[in-house]
């Protein structure tokens, strides 16, 4: 949305400072946010242990499940620098989806492609086997890769050691490890910047085989 002009919502911008926690899991969510700059930290309590979501950044919106569901916050968001956001409610919310249908169509299509990420990625973190966590990260690139040839079993991701870290909610040093591993029983190779799963099935198999217990 960068080619949007903002300058008829200024008067629903907020700031936060680095650190600052913008809302918790569990309260009460009446309002959503689009970034405007900075980087906003999401987290949640998983077994006990706090789990690093996602991090968002400009362009992005979070805390939509409030408008959506009527429901508490499922995470906690925290502005991780200097964060400018929209705020909107239910009552600005409706006056855009009536008065701006451009910017409403793309809210929608984020509010959709943000619903499958969060279950998506929920799927992996409640995974209790690392390697299965890591194996899962690549089965769920692979499923946001339009133009692969799925005939061949082969695959090549554009990324490292500490983006599936981010992706599985590990730490990255646990990942190397796991890819590794992985690499020394011949099922992927990695560069710099790109992993190969050479038998995207087998890791698919691994994932199953986990979640069935």
Do not use: C
């Not at 620098?81 to 006056?95: G, M, P, T, W, Y």
Request: a neutral charge; zero cysteines; aromatic letters at 12%.
């Amino acid at each position: 949305m960068s080619d949007f002009d903002f300058s008829a919502f200024a008067r629903f911008s907020k700031d936060f400072h680095a650190g600052e926690m913008i809302f918790s899991e569990f309260e009460v969510g009446e309002t959503f946010y689009f970034i405007i700059s900075g980087r906003v930290q999401l987290t949640k309590v998983i077994g006990g242990i706090e789990k690093t979501l996602d991090i968002l950044k400009p362009s992005e919106i979070f805390g939509e499940m409030a408008i959506l569901e009527n429901s508490p916050r499922s995470a906690t968001a925290v502005a991780l620098d200097s964060v400018k956001l929209l705020e909107f409610n239910k009552q600005n919310f409706d006056a855009i989806m009536t008065g701006y249908p451009q910017l409403a169509f793309k809210l929608l299509k984020m509010f959709t492609k943000r619903i499958y990420d969060q279950k998506r990625r929920f799927m992996t973190l409640i995974l209790d086997d690392e390697q299965a966590k890591v194996a899962d990260v690549f089965l769920m690139l692979d499923e946001t890769q339009p133009d692969v040839d799925r005939t061949t079993m082969r695959r090549e991701f554009k990324t490292t050691a500490e983006g599936v870290a981010h992706w599985a909610g590990m730490d990255s040093h646990l990942v190397r490890d796991v890819l590794n591993r992985f690499m020394s029983q011949h099922r992927i190779e990695f560069t710099p910047d790109h992993i190969i799963v050479k038998n995207i099935s087998d890791f698919e198999r691994l994932v199953n085989s986990k979640r069935r217990k």
